[in-house]
């Protein structure tokens, strides 16, 4: 909803409707498997392995299970995300730990568009 011209689409008689929780597993599924991907060098793997190359310590992978996932926005895809890592043993929200994960599930438009820069990290 935050990227259509509502006044536009109403003015052409187009009906726009908002489902929240029509995706909001699939939301959670995506961002997990993202993070796997991300903490276990998959792409990286993926390329070497394809071009003869094994380099099994060099991609070895970071657990999920005890790191600490902040979640910014706690709406539908947030908590089913949330769901999702609570099966991998992740503490969440706790903002405490340096190993840290941090979720953003915020709708792009003031104030939350900016809310993440150089200056906030």
């Known amino acids: 909803m935050d990227q259509i011209d509502l006044e536009e689409a109403n003015r052409r008689n ?6 929240p929780e029509g995706n909001r597993d699939a939301v959670g599924e995506h961002v997990v498997g993202q993070l796997l991907c991300l903490f276990n060098q998959l792409s990286k793997a993926n390329w070497e ?14 657990e999920l ?22 099966g991998f043993d992740c503490k969440r929200w706790l903002m405490t730990n340096i190993e840290m994960i941090i979720l953003m599930h915020l709708p792009q438009k003031p104030p939350w568009k900016r809310f993440l820069t150089k200056q906030t990290l």
């Open 49 to 62: 392995v394809r071009n003869k190359i094994w380099n099994r310590e060099g991609n070895r992978g970071v």
């Open 14 to 19: 187009i009906k726009i409707l908002n489902a």
């Open 65 to 86: 299970k005890d790191k600490t996932a902040a979640l910014i926005g706690y709406g539908h895809n947030g908590q089913a995300t949330a769901k999702k890592l609570s």
